[in-house]
């Protein structure tokens, strides 16, 4: 009889053991043990009346746990508009995540969560404008490798409290496993030490970004507005497969599968039934933001050489057919005065002729695929359109450039005048993925972006640097568009001050960066 209720007991115990959902080494980081609430708080995708509101249990059985949630006007959380109840599910690792709706528009609000008899941080939001807002401002962010340094420039966007929301084009987390070599700057390792390939691998190094402090801190008091890169999957990745993916590591498909799958458990982006991150943002007359998958929706094989360029399929694509209707429709539709684009790799044309034969060309990027980019550019041009801003992430670079269909072309284009410019192509710099001068000497990283800036080579590039670390900040009003690059004194240090900052400007119908002079 003893041994029929040892072996009952056991039997419960173990069934209300889940499989683990993370590297047992996440459970050692610092707050976890006991926090319910150790991944923080999280909001995005927000629309003139909505938000979505995230945040993700620390929760190590297999049952359900029922999680009260509220959302205020105030931050003694005393003005209620809304509350209910959701369930964490085991299916997907206690994500929590939902859109409040019935919000009013371009104003600021503060929840908060309840499990377990444990309250969440506060959070701070905030719904995006209808019509006749007078300025929005974006913190524009991309590639923050762990190992490669402090999220301090997280930190410097927590701690303005002016932001609407912050835009992040990809390289959230990356993929690789801890770097024995000493080539590459590390400063911090991943979890897991190895390579991540399966879900339980990709659920526990976001777990481990999230934990950082300075990250957790800029999505607890701003609502995101994220794509992914190729890093969320693998270095390099396409459709049907990645540069750092082998077949030893088993199915593509399935890699592709999971990391899509912790990804939408991870960011407090919109839940739909395809997992697809294509999506339009209105901040009502002012500006709509059009985010597009540049990755795995219709992405073809990148060519290895830039001679291939010559004889590369026409109909090879980075987006797609469907999405680059998608696209046009509703830049050609859209009322807005500004006409964003949240964008992952470089779309204008750069010639590093100068640099490398071999890679004149970022085969990677839209230079890979100058077809379908010279369509949409003909397109925007066939349409009139004025006042786009493409946001790139990827190359941990800051360029500011015209957008324009020929930069080589003197007769269709003119950088003093503007003649020929349909608005400006903005690339932030990473949070703390390698720069240039992390792989090279200092001082040879500048003399290449001497190079690039080159007026003979790219004439439409009106600012660059290589070598800092930081993020854009993106200021829209009905008169101009600037963009100021703001950058951290260093990522060797978890410290939050700033090194310096550069401005430029790009006018509403005068359409070309110039410097901001206020
Ligand atoms: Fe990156």
Redesign the pocket.
């Known amino acids: 009889m003893r041994l029929l209720v040892l072996f009952f007991s056991l039997s419960l115990f173990y069934r209300a053991q889940a499989q683990p959902l993370y590297n047992s080494a996440i459970y050692l980081q610092k707050n976890v043990l006991g926090n319910m609430f150790a991944f923080g708080v999280a909001s995005g995708d927000p629309s003139s009346n909505s938000v979505v509101l995230w945040t993700k249990l620390n929760w190590k059985y297999t049952s359900n746990l029922q999680v009260q949630w509220e959302i205020a006007e105030d931050t003694a959380m005393q003005q209620i508009v809304a509350k209910g109840v959701k369930f964490a599910k085991m299916e997907s690792a206690f994500t929590v995540k939902f859109k409040v709706e019935d919000l009013q528009p371009g104003k600021t609000y503060f929840y908060r969560f309840l499990a377990k008899d444990q309250y969440s941080p506060i959070g701070r939001t905030k719904t995006a404008p209808t019509n006749g807002a007078s300025e929005l401002k974006f913190a524009v962010v991309?590639?923050n490798?762990y190992q490669h340094g402090y999220f301090n420039a997280y930190r410097l966007i927590a701690n303005r409290c002016d932001i609407d929301a912050v835009i992040h084009l990809?390289?959230y987390i990356?993929e690789y496993g801890v770097n024995r070599t000493g080539k590459k700057p590390q400063i911090r390792d991943h979890i897991p030490e190895h390579e991540i390939l399966t879900l339980v691998d990709y659920r526990s190094r976001y777990a481990q970004y999230r934990l950082d402090e300075d990250l957790q801190e800029a999505h607890r008091l701003h609502p995101f507005i994220a794509v992914w890169?190729?890093?969320e999957f693998a270095n390099n990745t396409y459709k049907d497969g990645a540069q750092n993916h082998q077949a030893a590591e088993g199915e593509w498909e399935e890699r592709k599968k999971c990391a899509r799958q912790v990804y939408f458990e991870w960011l407090p982006i919109a839940d739909n039934d395809s997992l697809s991150i294509i999506r339009k943002l209105n901040y009502g007359d002012l500006a709509e933001v059009f985010m597009l998958d540049g990755r795995v929706e219709g992405r073809d094989k990148q060519l290895e050489h830039p001679n291939e360029l010559a004889q590369a399929d026409i109909d090879r694509t980075m987006i797609g057919k469907s999405q680059a209707d998608w696209l046009v429709r509703g830049l050609v539709e859209s009322k807005a005065k500004w006409k964003v684009m949240g964008n992952q790799v470089m779309f204008s044309e750069l010639d590093m002729h100068k640099l490398s034969k071999k890679y004149a060309r970022n085969l990677d990027a839209w230079d890979g695929y100058p077809s379908e980019r010279n369509k949409l550019l003909n397109d925007m041009y066939t349409a009139n359109l004025k006042n786009i801003l493409v946001l790139t992430?990827?190359?941990?670079t800051s360029f500011g450039l015209d957008l324009v269909r020929h930069p080589q072309d003197k007769t269709s284009y003119n950088r003093k005048t503007g003649k020929g410019v349909i608005g400006a192509e903005i690339v932030t710099p990473?949070v703390s993925?390698s720069n240039l001068d992390e792989r090279i000497p200092r001082g040879l990283a500048k003399l290449v972006g001497k190079l690039v800036k080159d007026k003979k080579t790219n004439p439409h590039m009106k600012y660059n640097n290589l070598v800092d670390h930081g993020y854009v900040l993106l200021q829209l009003s009905a008169k101009d568009a600037v963009a100021t690059w703001v950058y951290c004194k260093t990522v060797k240090e978890n410290r939050a001050d700033m090194r310096k900052s550069k401005s430029w400007i790009t006018k509403y119908d005068a359409n070309h960066l110039t410097k901001y002079r206020p």
Do not use: K
Not at 393 to 396: R, S, T
């Open positions: 991309s590639c490798n990809g390289d990356y890169d190729d890093h992430g990827d190359i941990h990473s993925s």
